[in-house]
């Protein structure tokens, strides 16, 4: 079910966060997880049967400043108040959050695991951030980030990972997977475009 939306400003960016109806219905890692699953989607561009929306999303698509880049940081804090809101409200201490979005809506994904895992890399003890086990992230067809939001997630995953290491509780484990599939009647080009695919040079990738 949708928990909660993003306010449609007519800029593009469409996002909702999902609930399960059961809260530990999702996925099982195994028959210990018992975390609740909840689910932020992003929308990709969309068609021209919706003329103010198709033309903002296309201007999105296009954006000088790089793909979607310049609305998404304007709607990054409501998009993250979404998921504080969530995790506040629920009484659970264990969410697995999985983050997923096709072509533009796959560039939007890319930017909030950034966005997200920096609020993790700041967050104090208290915080409800600290709830987050696992965020898993899947793209489909998403174009690249500009190189700036893949530097902004490494520094985030080498400040968890520093903070774990002077001996603070911080259980979190990201899952990055970027799918790409091809249709000869209806090519995704925008998935071609823009500077680097979030995490590619992690671990000796390119």
């Known amino acids: ?13 469409v996002s909702h966060l999902l609930t399960p109806i059961i809260p530990t219905q999702g996925v099982r890692r195994d028959e210990n997880d018992q975390s609740e699953y909840i689910f932020l989607v992003f929308r990709g561009t969309v068609d021209s049967k919706e003329k103010v929306a198709a033309a903002q999303t296309f201007l999105r698509d296009f954006h000088w400043r ?3 880049r310049e609305s998404y940081d304007k709607r990054e804090a409501e ?5 504080e809101r969530y995790l506040i409200e ?3 201490e264990s969410i697995t959050l999985h983050v997923a979005g096709h072509s533009l809506g796959g560039c939007d994904t890319q930017r909030a695991l950034t966005s997200i895992a920096k609020m993790v890399a700041a967050a104090p003890e208290a915080s409800p951030w600290k709830k987050l086990n696992n965020v898993i992230v899947t793209t489909y067809n998403g174009p690249r980030v500009n190189p700036t939001c893949n530097e902004e997630l490494k520094t985030a995953i080498r400040t968890i990972a520093q903070r774990k290491e002077n001996g603070e509780e ?3 484990r990201f899952d990055l997977d970027h799918i790409r599939y091809f249709c000869t009647q209806y090519p995704d080009h925008i998935q071609e475009l823009g500077d680097i695919l979030l995490g590619a040079d992690l671990h000796g990738g390119t």
């Open 170 to 172: 911080i259980n979190i």
């Open 1 to 13: 079910k949708v928990r909660y939306s993003l306010p449609n400003t007519n800029d593009g960016v």
């Open 66 to 68: 790089g793909i979607g």
């Open 79 to 83: 998009i993250l108040t979404m998921v």
């Open 90 to 92: 629920t009484p659970s």
